[in-house]
């Protein structure tokens, strides 16, 4: 949760402090062309680019996928974050500080600062414990699993000595204990005797939140013992159903690949990521939760889809159809590996490397594949097993997903379609047909050069346009809505023409106008001049007076056949007026 007062001030000043060249550039290769940028679009495959920043008006546009918006839109796209997150982000990029949204919040920020100061402290001390004498052990054990040291930085390994007191005593020093509490590091007991170190004889790892911030640590122990996996309790920055470990290192890969591999234990993440299968994410010892498949949607897009890699055995199978369902529910299409039986990811790259781990997610089994692998041959049985598939398949949220799941089902285990949606319905679940969404027409050459005049032609021609042109004249509704918000803008009494694209940014809610002006801003088009400026609003205004003369002929010979000669006398007198409104310029 992003925790600032994120008002339309603070959003301008990051707007206006952030550099959308340097965001795309971190990202795209960019050549200037004019005032203008292009570059092959980072949302979709092309050999030429379509894809072209304005960076004047600090807006984006691809002629190719149709995407576009200002750095906030573009982080929030590519990295697929909500629109505070991409705020945030950017304003730690460009060094805007983000006011708390409020007392309590300003409370709960200096908590997470001081609770994320101790939780660094911890690991830099974990980290030199790991390479002390004391840690012998726990390096063994990461040589044994084939993790040489030139990794252990990079993935943050350490390690607990097996002492009861040893962390706390290090922190202590600058520290209460009470905050060390707090953070999860050591643990007060309920007779009220002196707090201990939670994590002891363990090799520890930290647990990142997905901007990469420290929020916990987990600890394998090293030897016998139980827990053989330990985490971080809940904490103000730490909680388990919302976080998913490895994120922050995986999710520019899922968001290229349109895909995340979800795995069940730390190692597994560890050693995918290892030999370079970077989209992988790990849930930390909980079932995958409604909170965990919301965030996997966001990060793998509308199009994307979740590769469940559980353990291959009776616990793990039953966890994958649980986390499918989850999944599901939250309209994310789901796929699923099948290991050797009896192994993990883990053991997969251990004994046969990065190349079979790689084979094996490359083409994971549909989730009905996957469903059906076990159902009886016996009719009977096979129906009751095809009522909880069925009821699966549909709490699908997605239309689409859950019709593709519907037809595989019925190919698969012979009943019909009307059947299964009937058993799903029956328990429950959704069994209607999708529809498509209808597509956005784009703009005419005319309606697309008056958008250009609105937006770059100046402000004689803008304050003309405002007075003259009726928005509801225009043939696309979103040029009507453009010369509103102009109208509204001019409205406030500013005096500031130039600033009429960044008003919209901070004042409109208007996706699908934004939009437009993006492709206007960032697209090509016949060079702005006085004459053919004139020349284009001079038809405008034809048309429309055109418009309106055939609408007031029209209400004319209606009301003469009424024989109403009064309303006959007002309606010419109008038309009389609008012949000397026809502008000359």
Known sequence: MVDADLNPQVIAQVRDATDLVEVVGDHVKL??????????CPFHEEKTPSFSIDPDKGLYYCFGCHQGGDAINFIMQLERLSFPEAVERLARQFGVHLPPASPGARRRRQTSDRLRTVLEEAQRWFSEQLEAPAGAGARSELERRGYGKETWRDFGFGYAPDDWRQLLEHLSRRHPEGVIVESGLAVQPDSGKNPYDRFRDRLTFPVRDSEGRLIAFGGRILGDGEPKYLNSPESPLFHKRSTLFCLDRARRAIADES??????????????HLVGITHVVATLGTALTADHARLLRRRVGADGRVVLCYDA?????????????????AGVAVAVVGLPPGTDPDDVVRAEGGDAARALLAEPSSLVEFLVEDLPDERAARQREATELAALVGSARDPHIRDELFMELTQRIGFSQDVLRDLARRVGGRGGASRAPSARPSLGAGELFLARIILDGGARWRRLVADQVNPAHRGDERLGRLIEALRTFYGEDTNDDESFVRWLQENLEDEELMMLVAQVSAGAGPELTEDSIRLQLRRVMLEQWKTEANRLTAAIRRADERGDHERVADLQKQKGELRSRMPDF
């Open 31 to 40: 050549r200037k062309r004019g005032r203008k940028y292009e570059g092959l």
């Open 259 to 272: 895909e995340a591999v979800v795995v069940e234990g730390y190692f597994d993440c560890f050693s995918l």
């Open 313 to 329: 055995d009776t616990a793990g199978r039953r966890a994958a159809a649980t986390a499918a369902g989850v999944l599901l529910e």
